[in-house]
């Protein structure tokens, strides 16, 4: 199996009178939408429970934090060897962010030039790009006039509430 329903599940299954068998199939089949329609979260409740499936990233997990085994005649335990965390130094700028989830498009249709480029230069409320969200149009403005240094973000993509959409840069 792919996936794995969590240990409280089977602890409320006598409450719901649910098989547990019933819910692996269901849950296997709510997975294989997921990657049918390339979605990366589904949340589904109902009166008296929430379920939250999120995919994993495609990228390498984080190592997991170890500690050094040691012989009694140490005496101690070295410390925790933490991972040093990744820097991504981006340009100079101020990451502009989605304040929601939803759909990234660049332009306002398909065939129309994209709202900003790379390298262009843009004024204090300009709009940057869309986000669609519950078939709402949402435009992304520019906070201060500045330049567009990178374009993180894809068109129709699915963007996550903070996530970096585009980079812009003050004069």
Not at 98 to 105: A, D, E, I, L, Q
């Amino acid at each position: 199996m792919r996936y794995s329903i969590s240990g409280s599940v089977y602890r409320r299954r006598a409450c719901h009178n649910v098989r547990v068998e019933d819910l692996e199939r269901r849950f296997e089949e709510l997975a294989d939408l997921m990657d049918e329609f390339g979605l990366v979260e589904a949340k589904l409740s109902g009166p008296d429970w929430k379920l939250l499936l999120r995919k994993g990233n495609a990228t390498a997990p984080n190592p997991p934090l170890t500690a050094t085994q040691v012989g009694p005649e140490h005496g101690l335990a070295e410390p925790l060897q933490e991972p040093e965390p990744e820097v991504e130094l981006e340009e100079d700028g101020e990451p502009i962010l989605s304040p929601m989830t939803g759909v990234y498009y660049s332009s306002p249709s398909p065939k129309a030039p994209a709202f900003v480029r790379e390298g262009q230069e843009v004024q204090e409320g300009d709009v940057l790009c869309l986000i669609e969200a519950m078939k709402v149009f949402n435009e992304i403005v520019a906070p201060r006039t500045g330049i567009i240094t990178k374009v993180l973000a894809k068109d129709q993509d699915l963007v996550q509430t903070d996530q970096e959409l585009m980079v812009l840069k003050s004069e």
